[in-house]
């Protein structure tokens, strides 16, 4: 199992960055997918997954209506529409899956939200 992640990057805020991941080495289309995310000095959180069909989507309520979780099985790819960028989304992103009972990360991909 392979996750990549990119698109992060520096942004002032209230702006826009689409991040994604490349999955490969599973059936992608057969697992849900995550986003966590974690700040310097604080835990990581969860804050966005998509089941595999793509038809159900979950935020933490820190994202709701700000952050968009969707996916593309012909590309293997996750990818995050992030909007209204606050300082306080600085953090490095995560894609995750769970397969066979295991949790996989990427390396993550750093957001930062600054003027």
């Known amino acids: 199992v392979q996750l990549v992640e990119s698109g992060g990057g520096l942004v002032q805020p209230g702006g826009s960055l689409r991040p994604s991941c490349a999955a490969s080495?599973?059936?992608?289309?057969?697992?849900?997918m995550s986003w966590y995310r974690q700040a310097p000095g604080k835990e990581r959180e969860l804050f966005a997954a998509?089941?595999?069909?793509?038809?159900?989507?979950n935020y933490a309520d820190s994202v709701k209506g700000r952050f968009t979780i969707s996916r593309d099985h012909a590309k293997n790819t996750v990818y995050l529409q992030v909007n209204s960028l606050k300082p306080d989304d600085t953090a490095v992103y995560y894609c995750?899956?769970?397969?066979?009972?295991?949790?996989?990360w990427g390396k993550g991909t750093l957001v930062t939200v600054s003027s």
């Open positions: 995750t899956v769970r397969f066979k009972g295991v949790e996989y």
């Open positions: 080495g599973f059936t992608f289309s057969s697992y849900i």
């Open positions: 998509i089941t595999s069909a793509g038809g159900i989507t």
